[in-house]
């Protein structure tokens, strides 16, 4: 028994963890379900749509988990599932609001980020593009070079008053 509270404690110190206090894939606060074949975290009516596509949906309290599939759930998470599967355009999550989407959209949504990986960037590409990024960090900024002419002010003597003509 003290081995099955200790991986509930393992999934409850992970589910806790910032990036998986909102669904994977709506705005819904507090998610309770984890879909064991991507490691993330998702409300109860995304959890319903996964199961429709016959992805594996556990609950975090009243199921029981393997030692991997606890190991699985602490090293993913929604941050590591979402930069992948969203790599391509991460703007879409916003647009799936738990309380005005519905079924369909959801269900559409879904579809296209997990079964047909519309977004989706392999975690080889994810990890070349991250190290591209780094690398472009760590490089000095270079200081960039104006293009305009440079102006000189005016000299004083183009600043005086015109001088009148002179009488003959």
Not at 37 to 47: A, K, L, M
């Amino acid at each position: 028994m003290a081995s099955e509270e200790r991986k509930v404690r393992a999934l409850r110190d992970a589910q806790r963890r910032e990036e998986n206090k909102v669904c994977a894939d709506c705005t819904e606060r507090l998610p309770n379900y984890i879909v064991t074949d991507f490691n993330i975290f998702v409300c109860t009516t995304c959890s319903g749509v996964h199961r429709e596509f016959s992805h594996r949906v556990k609950s975090v309290t009243l199921a029981i988990f393997t030692e991997d599939e606890v190991r699985a759930v602490r090293k993913g998470g929604n941050k590591i599932s979402n930069d992948l599967y969203l790599a391509k355009n991460d703007v879409l999550r916003s647009t799936i609001k738990s309380e005005t989407s519905s079924a369909e959209m959801r269900r559409d949504y879904i579809r296209k980020k997990y079964q047909e990986k519309k977004w989706y960037i392999s975690k080889d590409d994810f990890s070349k593009d991250k190290q591209s990024k780094e690398k472009k960090e760590q490089q000095p900024k270079l200081q960039k070079k104006s293009i305009l002419p440079v102006i000189q002010p005016p000299s004083k003597k183009s600043l005086s008053p015109p001088k009148p003509p002179q009488k003959k």
